[in-house]
């Protein structure tokens, strides 16, 4: 089956501008998280899904970050008001129930100009 | 302090040789740490997990963990310039929440 899929791949941005990316689960797969990775450093965690709720919102840079997953499958982040320091590349990854292994999606690079 | 620490390196073996990745982590209360491999460009794969003090071989792939030392490595023995990636340690809470060390480079030259 198909694995995880974000879109875009790319996303260019002028700063002020508010962006929305775009995670597609595995099917069937209950968790979801984001994770921000900026380049030469290790994925950080933002945000977990089970199912619709939103369980762990701690790693959230700011309240211009904001993510949804209203039907329990397809997540949205959305950034509003994109800073320099927004740019990086953000990582979908889904996991079976609460197994540990989480399958990671290509990931959508956003550039902030 | 961060909570799971990794030597950045770049670390460079010959092909053949054992490469040896090591990280350390903070949180006595962590259980489970995974080891992915990321190439450049790419999403991280997941090649290991290991949750019982000791070691854990999976093909040219060995885990240790020691809980006492706080203290986990990864070792690739015949190493190929195919393992030439960025490796990764991660601890992961019981949801699963991965908490990521910021990577050693490996560079395996013919």
């Known amino acids: 089956g198909a694995g995880v899929s974000q879109s875009p791949r790319y996303k260019v941005a002028k700063r002020g501008q508010d962006v929305a990316l775009r995670c597609d689960p595995i099917s069937g797969h209950v968790s979801l998280f984001w994770y921000q990775q900026a380049l030469g450093q290790g994925p950080e965690f933002l945000t977990y899904f089970q199912n619709e709720a939103q369980l762990d919102k701690s790693g959230l840079p700011s309240d211009r970050f904001f993510a949804e997953r209203p039907e329990g499958s397809v997540s949205t982040l959305k950034i509003q008001r994109t800073q320099q320091e927004d740019s990086a590349v953000y990582l979908c990854a889904s996991s079976r129930d609460r197994s540990y292994e989480q399958y990671f999606g290509p990931g959508t690079r956003l550039t902030v100009t | 302090q961060k909570e799971v620490e990794q030597n950045s390196g770049p670390l460079s073996v010959p092909e053949g040789a054992i490469a040896s990745l090591n990280c350390t982590y903070s949180?006595?209360?962590?259980?489970?740490f995974f080891w992915y491999r990321q190439y450049s460009g790419k999403s991280p794969e997941l090649i290991m997990f290991i949750y019982s003090n000791g070691d854990k071989e999976d093909g040219r792939f060995t885990a240790q963990l020691n809980k006492a030392s706080q203290y986990v490595s990864l070792l690739i023995r015949d190493s190929q310039p195919s393992d030439s990636a960025t490796y990764l340690c991660a601890s992961v809470t019981s949801y699963g929440k991965l908490t990521f060390g910021q990577g050693t480079i490996l560079t395996v030259h013919p």
């Open positions: 949180d006595r209360g962590s259980q489970s």
